[in-house]
């Protein structure tokens, strides 16, 4: 059972507003090993952001847990406390987000936010947690860090600015990484940086990482196993290697052929017609069959859960026995 | 003899003053201080071509776009469509009825369309505004026809921008850019704001329309990918300049100029070989501030003396131009 660092059964996120209720993510169910690397890919609005805010707490109001657990460590943190939850977020479960520049505060230098961190979730104090800073901005990176601690964030371009987040994120070496579109607000040159970065403290220390993003690549370099969201739900999980280049579900295997690619010449991509349901308007039975070339009766009415394919798993009807259509019925 | 080109963008510079005001910098004593943003641009797009401008942010790719439509005016150069140059007063009255066979189409689909404004009147604007269908119901023929060529209902004309999708945004814009009938449009960016499964329907959407209409694109993306999929020929720039052009299945096979070699490999790629690229090092400088001689030089493995006090031009082979001692040099 303590197997896992992260294990997530049955989650489902609701928003309830005056027409009633949307539900976000519905049914996510996943482990992250120790040392292992769980890449999140989807569309905007498929639920891997909803799904980690989950995880660490932070969902904003009326968005709320409605069913399901999260165990860190075996233990279930989904039910506790906002307060007991600030304890875990910053020293047990780390977060990287997006955009560098809105994570950092900016009318304080990274020392002072370095120290803190350090000095709330950790027992190094005063003079012994600005070593400890420097020692991990080193670790990061960032040159001259001895000098550079005392720089406010707008004094550093993107990628440094990554990297002290990075810093701030390890500073109380948690099991857990939650690294939510870390490189998409950079160039691909700094991009690369990052992404190794990221790799080398998480094995260094053992640290499970959850990566969200939206770019197949910066998944295919880092991740071990990944998971592919659509409509709030899982609809592929398996190792990087098999999802990427035998893809299962009809929507990652459009997903993989519509993404240009440096090393072919295609003369047209290939596309999904339509888009992705909004939340409150998801069909019955599976959420993808009116884009889905192969969609067949029991797809219509009936909703597949993942099935064991191989090494992976996948929601839908072609890799599984499709109850007959009287059954379905009912 | 090759055709014309139908568009030359000659020596083209832009300079901006970011210096503080003028009293401020007599009492703090302060020099002035010129952001170079784009310097020495050449490059030329024949009929029916795409051309892609890649390089990473701050590397003066929308300022380039921007002056080619016009939006900002060059410190110098110039910018000649169809044998029509942008900057010549003798062409002024041609030049105003010219405007109209160059369009834009913008990165960000939820800024560039008006929120106020239903979709109908947003593409129907440049119709009215250079006289191009007389009536009412002409202009709403086309409109209609607009929405149909992107791929939308001719209904979604009474909607307004916020009740679509981003994909279908980009297809109003893009519906918009071609209301006037231009021949040349500016992509800048057209679908960095949007998912890879929408990126590829915009993407086909775009070069279809180029097959029908006979359009010529200009097409600016920090997506190596997007650039090799639609350019045909390909522009690399850096700090302001442009280091490589090539045709794209050069440029992409065999990149000659260390900056382009670094940019293809550091893009992660899809093949799960476990390969361990080498990431460079460092970022692109300030451009406030640019290293002396050879702008890559901090950051090129290949940089020896030269690189560090001479500015490298951007010499012609064959089918392509590099600007690179080491090159030159036959060091690499």
Redesign the interface.
Known sequence: MTDFVLSVRNLRVEFPNRHGTLVAVNDVSFDIARGEVLGVVG??GAGKSLTANAIIGLLEPPGRIANGEVRLDGERIDQLSPEAMRRIRGKRIGMVFQDPLTSLNPLYRIGAQLIETISVHTNYQGAQARRRAIALLNEVGLPAAEERIDNYPHQF????RQRVVVALALAADPELLIADEPTTAL???????I??LLKRLCRERGTAVMLIT?????I??TADRMAVMYAGRIVEIGS??DV??KPLHPYSV???N??????S??E?????PG?MPRPGSIPSGCAFRSRCQSAFAPCATLRPELMTRGASKVACWLYGDAPASGEAAQ | MTIAPLVLVDNLSCVFDVSKPWLERKIQGLPRQLLVAAANITFSIGRNETFGLVGESGSGKSTVARMVVGLIQPTSGDVVIDGISMSDRAHLVRRQKFRRRIQMVFQDPYASLDPRWRVFAIIAEPIRAFDLADGKAAIQARVGELLRLVGLDPADGRKYSHEFSGGQRQRIAIARALASQPDFVVCDEPTSALDVSVQAQVLNLMSDLQDRLGLTYLLISHNLAVVRHMATRVGVMYLGRIVEIAKSEELFHKPLHPYTRMLLDAVPQLDVTGTRRNPIEGEIPNPLDPPKGCPFHPRCPHAYERCRVEQPQLIVRGSSAVSCHAIEDGRI
């Open positions: 569309e905007t371009s993107g990628g440094m160039d691909v040159s700094v991009q690369a940086q992404i190794s939206h770019d197949m690549g910066v295919a370099e990087v290697r990427i280049t459009g997903l993989m519509s993404i240009p690619r440096l090393d010449d295609l047209t991509l290939a596309q999904i888009s």
